[in-house]
């Protein structure tokens, strides 16, 4: 064990005793080029109250850092707001090593950790609403299904107007500070949309009525402690109106090009159409597959309104990075996008079709496309910075029309 390892005071109640993943690098799927950490936050009422653990090969990192403030042994009350094994991962270990009275997770959550894992103490549910005296502390329990996953619940430790928020209002952010005003604002907003976007935003619909249920009970939050990246504490209310905005998903004057290409005829062909685009008043961003990812991606069409995608024929289909990102995307769930479609070929030229109708597919429909065979003349070129406007115009007057911009 590292002994240097210290847990750090959130307040006079509560520590963060979680563990930093410098070098994770992907999260099933969803690239993380600045890591991530597991939130674990140690209660200390009359006895101590542990939320939620952290990936089973930061056990130790985790035990050293209760360790640090009190013995693990002293635990009295475990809860578990979330089933993911970035949480729970070892928590079977750790209630045979603490042995603590009691361990809760909500309804949903008791089914989900059972099918997980084999415990030998009883997991006891905690009821949406619900709002308990432990060690001496009041806890009220929120369910958030489906924020991430069904079995998600939100605590607030009332006496500290503390929410513990599991995955929401999270993001993969390996840093030394534990608070959102100790870092850079435009990484931390930068890592909490790319977190929304990859992770969250199939679930808007109930992002919007926990936003409200939250309001509606008048809850006061002082803090919103995660299950990764900093506690927020002075960004909150920025924080709120970011989760509303980005799950009301309204349409922008911003456009993502997204393409890949074989001899830069594509790749040719996507700038002509950020020309456009850029010309017509356009906030626009080209990615190319391969050096951008498909989280990449989602992040930067959280707050655009047009997806443009680009690709040559291969094979009679579209470029792989392109099935796969759309894939990605249309698992999503983006709503109120509009697209268009580009692309170069040789002899057969099917990519447009296949593009097109995986765009329809996810009800984004297309406004207008280009064909390039081989290399596209000036005249191709003219048409791609043509379709930028086409794009622009419809851009502007759906947000006349009631967009966000
Ligand atoms: Fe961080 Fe859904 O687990």
């Not at 009359?46 to 002293?74: G, N, Y």
């Not at 329990?141 to 924020?147: F, G, I, K, N, V």
Request: hydrophobic share 40%.
């Amino acid at each position: 064990m590292n002994q240097h390892l210290k847990a750090v005071k959130i307040t006079d109640k509560v520590y963060w005793v979680g563990a930093i993943d410098w070098t994770m690098r992907d999260f099933h799927g969803y690239e993380t080029r600045r890591g991530s950490t597991y939130n674990a936050y140690l209660v200390i009422g009359e006895k101590p109250i542990l939320i939620d653990t952290v990936k089973a090969q930061f056990k130790d990192e985790l035990l050293t850092r209760i360790a640090s403030v009190t013995d693990p042994k002293r635990i009295q009350y475990i809860i578990s707001n979330h089933t993911e094994m970035d949480h729970s991962g070892c928590l079977p270990e750790l209630i045979d090593l603490v042995k603590p009275e009691k361990v809760f997770a909500s309804v949903n959550g008791v089914d989900a950790l059972n099918e997980h894992f084999k415990f030998n103490q009883e997991i006891l549910p905690m009821k949406d609403g619900d709002t308990m005296q432990l060690a001496g502390l009041k806890f009220t329990t929120l369910e958030a299904r489906m924020l991430h996953w069904p079995d998600s619940m939100f605590t607030y430790l009332v006496d500290e107007k503390m929410l513990f928020s599991s995955d929401a209002f999270g993001m993969h952010l390996a840093s030394s500070e534990r608070f959102d005003d100790e870092i850079d604002q435009s990484v931390l907003e930068y890592e909490a949309a790319k977190y929304y976007a990859n992770i969250i935003l199939l679930y808007s619909p109930i992002v919007l009525k926990t936003l409200e249920r939250i309001s509606k009970l008048g809850i006061e939050l002082k803090m919103i402690a995660p299950d990764h990246g900093p506690v927020w504490r002075k960004n909150i209310k920025r924080a709120l109106e970011l989760y509303k905005k980005w799950a009301e998903q309204k349409p922008t004057k911003k456009a993502v090009v997204v393409y890949d290409t074989m001899w830069q005829s594509t790749g040719k062909m996507a700038k002509a159409v950020s020309d456009g685009l850029t010309t017509a008043g356009i906030s626009n961003k080209v990615m190319k597959l391969r050096e951008d990812t498909r989280a990449d991606v989602a992040t930067e069409l959280l707050e655009a309104g047009a997806l443009i995608v680009g690709s040559p024929t291969l094979n009679n289909n579209i470029f792989p990075t392109l099935a796969d990102m759309l894939t990605y995307v249309k698992g999503l769930r983006f709503k109120n996008k509009i697209a268009a479609v580009f692309g170069s070929y040789g002899w057969s030229g099917e990519a447009n079709k296949h593009l097109r109708e995986m765009l329809e597919a996810m009800k984004m429909p297309v406004v207008g496309e280009v064909q390039s065979k081989y290399v596209p003349s000036p005249e191709v070129l003219d048409q791609c910075f043509a379709l930028g406007g086409q794009v622009a115009d419809k851009l502007k007057e759906i947000c006349r029309n009631g967009g966000a911009a």
